[in-house]
């Protein structure tokens, strides 16, 4: 495609149970970021790829959360029994390669809210 | 990895220039300088990015001194449509993720 996908758009769930976010990123980049971001702020880093390798897991918030990108490709990001704090807005941003020379493209985001 | 300090918000009327400062007082040798842009709910958009002095693109320019501790986005006679959240990021070529802030909020005014 010709951007990054996101699905889904908008996931309404209750909490405890868990949900699987999905990112389609530009064909033939190297690399696939996770951040999370709450109204009125910046976007929060989570977790990276480099191919199919997570290179840094460091900003995921507890081990409810995990991502995936087995075939170097889509990578979807888990979390287990949702909470009410989980409730933001998702986004996902591939680059060509690795490194901050290499400009971030970002996915419109899947709203998460947790009832 | 470096921090980085902005304003939280601006404002400028229509056709003026706007220039959003951001300090890193603690910028390594290697990092490079990235600004993006970002409107309502849409993901961020890179506008430039610099190593020293000075780049342009169409769409924006980024002044950065010698010492490098500080960087200036420059926007050409904003228009009502400019009015976003800007971020300046700061990371070497090799070392991410690339951490955002909070920002600086820009209204422009018509």
């Known amino acids: 495609g010709a951007g990054v996908s996101q699905s889904p758009r908008y996931k309404v769930t209750k909490r405890g149970q868990d949900v699987a976010l999905r990112c389609d990123p530009i064909s033939g980049h190297v690399s696939l970021y996770w951040y999370r971001q709450a109204l009125g702020q910046g976007p929060e880093f989570l977790t990276y790829?480099?191919?199919?390798?997570?290179?840094?897991k460091s900003g995921l918030p507890n081990d409810r959360f995990s991502a995936e990108r087995p075939e170097g490709s889509i990578s979807t990001l888990t979390i287990q029994r949702t909470e009410q704090r989980d409730s933001a807005m998702y986004r996902c941003?591939?680059?060509?390669?690795?490194?901050?020379?290499?400009?971030?493209?970002f996915g419109n985001g899947t709203r998460l809210t947790v009832t | 990895l470096a921090k980085t300090t902005q304003p939280i918000s601006m404002d400028s009327y229509e056709g003026q220039e706007v220039n959003i400062t951001c300090s890193h007082n603690n910028i390594a040798t290697n990092d490079y300088i990235t600004w993006y842009q970002q409107f309502p709910s849409q993901g961020p958009r890179f506008i430039i990015q610099?190593?020293?002095t000075k780049v342009t693109n169409e769409v924006a320019s980024l002044f950065i001194p010698a010492d490098r501790k500080s960087s200036t986005l420059s926007l050409p006679r904003v228009s009502l449509s400019d009015t976003a959240v800007y971020y300046c990021?700061?990371?070497?070529?090799?070392?991410?993720?690339?951490?955002f802030g909070k920002g600086t909020r820009l209204s422009v005014i018509a």
């Open positions: 610099g190593y020293k």
């Open positions: 941003a591939s680059s060509l390669s690795a490194g901050s020379g290499s400009p971030l493209h």
């Open positions: 990021l700061v990371g070497d070529r090799g070392n991410t993720p690339l951490v």
């Open positions: 790829f480099n191919y199919e390798a997570q290179q840094d």
